[in-house]
Structures are given as C-alpha cells and as structure tokens.
C-alpha cells in the first residue's frame, strides 16, 4: 500500500511540474520590447491640461525612472531605438477629508489639516526607429497621490502633482520593461 502511495505522490507532481511549464510556457521574461531594441529617447511630451508644470515633472521623472530600471538606456532621439512619446491628458485635484487634532497647550485649540488627492491621467506609445516594428498600441495609466495643506495649497499641490507624475512615470517604465 505504502509504494502505491509513493507511485501516486510521484505521479502526481510530475503532472503538476508538466502543467506549471505549459501554463507558463507563453510568458516571455525580460522586456516587452523587441530583442533589438536596447535604448529609449524621451519624445514629444504634450499636455492638454492647464497645468504647465506636468510636462516638465514628466520630462524629469521618465528619464530617471528607465534609468533607474536599467533595462534601457536613456539616449537623444537620434540614437534612440524606440521614441517614448507621452500626452498628459487630465488631472484631477479633490478634498478627501480633514484630520481635527488638538493642541498640546493649555489653549487646547483645534487644528484642521485638510487631505487632498490627485490624480494624472497619461496616453503613451513606443514608436521605433527600425521599419521591422511597428508603433504600440496607445495605453493609459493613472498616477496618483495625496498630500496635505499645510500653509499654502499651491505649494504643497505642485509637491502632490510632482508624486502623481511619478506614480505614474513607474507605471509606464514597469509596462515598457517589464511584462509580468
């Protein structure tokens, strides 16, 4: 009885070890990009919104953030294999709350710290400097982030657009270099 357990058990995985390699067969490790595309210009970053600072969060956080990842190098679009090309389509700035704490004098006065969030919307595509491949398919990502108004909301939202951008700049390098 012991050995048709064991024969069963060992059956048993061997199907599972087939099915994990079949399931998995299809998934392709390294990057999304073709074998031969090695580096990645930052293109035209347009912006459709009325805040002027986007484009240049955008510009910032792209470049440091492929550099970071490593899995392209960041060159002029001359030399580039592909071309990142970006549209910054909307952002949204919205009240989620306030936090009341007391203060810790005799006064015991209230404080009121008002939490905003942000939201970016961003359309990309790669286009590629080799005729063999076509352009990506436009896709959207959504950075977000929040913050609090301390003393001035212009200053602490620029801060807030700024972490927005970022989120979603590692989107967009995660989906280029990544494909899982």
């Known amino acids: ?13 061997a199907a599972c070890g087939i099915l994990m390699m079949v399931g998995c067969a299809h998934y392709n490790l390294g990057s999304n990009l073709p074998n031969d595309v090695n580096s990645v210009a930052i293109g035209d970053v347009s912006n459709q919104t009325n805040e002027p600072l986007l484009s240049a969060y955008a510009r910032t956080e792209l470049p440091a953030l492929f550099m970071q990842d490593g899995g392209l190098r960041v060159v002029s679009e001359e030399k580039a294999d ?30 009121r710290t008002v939490v905003y969030g942000v939201n970016v919307d961003l359309e990309y595509h790669v286009s590629y400097a080799d005729d063999r491949h076509r352009p990506t398919v436009p896709r959207r990502v959504v950075g977000h982030a929040e913050f609090s108004e301390l003393a001035d909301l212009d200053v ?19 989906a280029i270099t990544n494909p899982w």
């Not at 910054?88 to 209230?110: C, M, P, Q």
């Open 82 to 111: 592909c071309v990142l090309h970006t549209r910054i389509l909307d952002y949204r700035l919205r009240n989620i709350g306030e936090v009341e704490s007391s203060s810790a004098d005799d006064d015991k006065r209230l404080n």
């Open 1 to 13: 009885m012991n050995l048709i357990c064991r024969q069963t058990l060992g059956l048993f995985l």
């Open 156 to 174: 602490v939202k620029k801060d807030g657009l700024k972490q927005a951008m970022y989120d979603a700049a590692e989107q967009i390098v995660g």
